[in-house]
């Protein structure tokens, strides 16, 4: 498939390309060009919109150009195909989660924004993450970040009415169990397996789903997706650069329900996320 697809987009010097591992909600190859440039290359078995690959490449262009991060360069993105240049293979050495941590404090510190969304909904994996503008962050993330799962299916066949009970009162209890924080230009999906590293080892990101929003949303994901021990310094660093308080920790699972709720909508198995959205949920089945 991703071959035919190259050739259709006038890629022709391309003669294999090779599955790559790693991601789940699309078909990824790598390829290699006649002249010996290595590219990568991603497609859906039926793209989820027109705008996925776009509103991917947009991400790519505005982490670097806004946020400072390193992306791959964008080499094609249309309806049916993402084609990016290479990255390797995170080097999982304190040194390299310590440049991490600065490089993520700085995307988070100097792109902050009066209200919270984007411009457009983009995609998170297969399913539209909806961006509407909003002036209350605690507004957007219990409306379109929590809430908006509940109609998926497979949310609706997971939770049982108590347990979405229990999210909408979460939602509305939302202002006292989070600071008020700033919105600034997030990643959106900053679990492990998407931070990667140029040839000379510099931290790199792939993946987006930008939005200006907390950037302890990119936090709560990196936390929870069990990253290497050498991130430990990671997130000492990043907290004492952001200036983060002490319960920052406690925050993680509320945050990352988000995250569990898109996993459950999407994947069989679920990896889990149902147990941990009812766990995170539990204190809140029942009215105070």
Not at 203 to 227: F, G, K, M, R
Request: charged share 25%; glycine share 6%; hydrophobic share 45%.
């Amino acid at each position: 498939m991703l071959l035919a697809r190259l050739h259709a987009a006038g890629l022709t010097d391309v003669g294999a390309v090779e599955p790559a591992s790693g991601g789940l909600a699309a078909t990824a190859g790598l390829a290699r060009r006649a002249d010996g440039t290595p590219l990568f290359v991603k497609a859906f078995g039926g793209p989820p919109a027109d705008d996925a690959f776009a509103a991917e490449a947009e991400g790519l262009a505005v982490l670097r150009e806004a946020g400072g991060v390193v992306t791959p360069d964008v080499v094609r993105a249309d309806r049916d195909l993402l084609v990016l240049s290479v990255l390797r293979a995170r080097p999982d050495t304190e040194a390299f989660w310590e440049e991490c941590a600065h490089a993520f404090a700085r995307l988070h510190t100097t792109t902050r924004h009066d209200r919270f969304g984007w411009h457009r909904d983009n995609w998170l994996g297969r399913r539209r993450q909806v961006n509407t503008w909003t002036d209350d962050g605690f507004e957007f993330f219990a409306r379109h970040r929590l809430l908006r799962w509940l109609e998926e299916p497979r949310v609706r066949e997971a939770l049982d009415a108590a347990d979405r009970r229990a999210l909408e009162r979460l939602c509305d209890r939302l202002p006292e169990l989070l600071p008020a924080r700033p919105a600034c230009l997030t990643h959106g999906d900053l679990w492990a397996q998407n931070v990667m590293a140029t040839s000379d080892g510099r931290p790199a990101l792939i993946d987006p789903a930008v939005s200006y929003t907390w950037a302890e949303v990119d936090l709560a994901h990196l936390w929870t997706t069990a990253p290497p021990p050498e991130a430990r310094v990671f997130f000492e660093r990043y907290a004492e650069l952001t200036g983060l308080d002490a319960g920052w920790r406690e925050r993680m699972p509320l945050l990352q329900l988000r995250q569990h709720l898109a996993v459950i909508a999407q994947f069989e198995p679920d990896w889990g996320a149902a147990e941990h959205v009812r766990a995170t949920l539990a204190p809140f089945r029942k009215r105070p």
